[in-house]
């Protein structure tokens, strides 16, 4: 949410100067890039630049609420398997 939030007001810079790197799972880039989100290209630029990274999720824990949609649940589940 963090990032859509930035990337809605063109401001990805501020994580940037926050984070040497940030870390996204593919259903985040799927729903701003590959969705037509607006500002979607300053996530395609971070992506370029290496300090925005889209990491496939690879095991879903069952004790995430199905009620998140895809971006929170991988979110979550990045978080948890690092």
Do not use: H
Request: no cysteine; proline share 5%.
């Amino acid at each position: 949410m963090l990032l859509i939030n930035f990337a809605s007001i063109n401001r990805l810079d501020i994580l940037k100067s926050l984070f040497a790197e940030i870390v996204i799972p593919q259903a985040v880039y799927s729903e701003t890039v590959e969705s037509g989100f607006p500002n979607s290209e300053t996530i395609v630029n971070g992506i370029e630049a290496a300090w925005l990274k889209v990491k496939s999720v690879q095991e879903m824990p069952e004790s995430i609420p199905l009620e998140l949609d895809a971006g929170e649940r991988e979110v979550i589940a990045l978080a948890l398997s690092e």
